[in-house]
């Protein structure tokens, strides 16, 4: 089974502050790579998919960007703010369909 | 223009009943999936049509789970003879195709099985 990784599992940052998530996957036969939010008790919001052909998206203050040969994305979040605190959660699929989730960085932006 | 919805938002039944959840994709979206959500197991994606092919069973659990799409459409999950370990957010996604394939996902169905 191809396997997620997120770290780290939890982050609390001042606001302002620039970030990045870590997005690790075994198995780099990937078709693509999608960021997602969540927020508490809700479903998840998507914020970027990269192509396997392409290295990076932007959108906003968001960017992520993908590796395929270490295995590896981030995601950079510039000029945090508390409306970011929520779960983040990177997911890849190597078949075209199926999304294989990592378990999520929970992000905390303190006022 | 409107997104995934499911009902109900929570449903709670006891153990050994039977239970139906609904997903409507976004209109136009000829890919839909179902992920089931539990503490401690993450999001695994459970069954997924496109179009009018044979739809991809492989990541339902049990055979107590099933699932059916009606017109290219609205799709109905289906868990009988509920157990605890069904406790669980059941969510449904869709995507324009499944090459494109950014999914978009609904809130969720929260079930509770006492």
């Known amino acids: 089974k191809q396997e997620v990784t997120q770290i780290p599992a939890a982050l609390s940052v001042p606001e302002g502050e620039n970030l990045v998530l870590n997005c690790s996957f075994t198995d780099s036969a990937i078709y693509n790579l999608q960021w997602f939010r969540q927020d508490p008790g809700k479903g998840l919001t998507s914020l970027l998919l990269i192509q396997s052909s392409q290295r990076e998206q932007t959108s906003g203050r968001l960017n992520a960007s993908l590796d395929k040969s270490s295995g590896r994305s981030t995601l950079y979040i510039a000029a945090s703010q508390p409306g970011d605190s929520a779960t983040y959660l990177c997911a890849r699929s190597n078949s075209g369909y199926a999304l294989n989730f990592g378990k999520g960085t929970s992000l905390l932006v303190t006022p | 223009g409107a997104g995934v919805s499911q009902s109900p938002s929570n449903k709670v039944t006891e153990k050994g009943k039977d239970v139906e959840l609904r997903c409507d994709p976004i209109?136009?979206?000829?890919?839909l999936y179902w992920y089931r959500q539990s503490l401690g197991q993450g999001l695994e994606f459970l069954i997924y049509?496109?179009?009018?092919?044979?739809?991809?069973k492989s990541g339902l659990p049990s055979d107590r789970f099933s699932a059916e799409r009606t017109g290219g459409s609205v799709s109905t999950l289906t868990i009988q003879r509920t157990q605890q370990e069904d406790s669980a957010v059941y969510l449904c996604a869709s995507s324009w195709d499944s090459s494109r394939n950014e999914q978009f996902f609904g809130p969720g169905t929260r079930l509770t099985v006492l």
């Open positions: 049509f496109q179009g009018n092919s044979a739809p991809d």
């Open positions: 209109s136009g979206h000829t890919a």
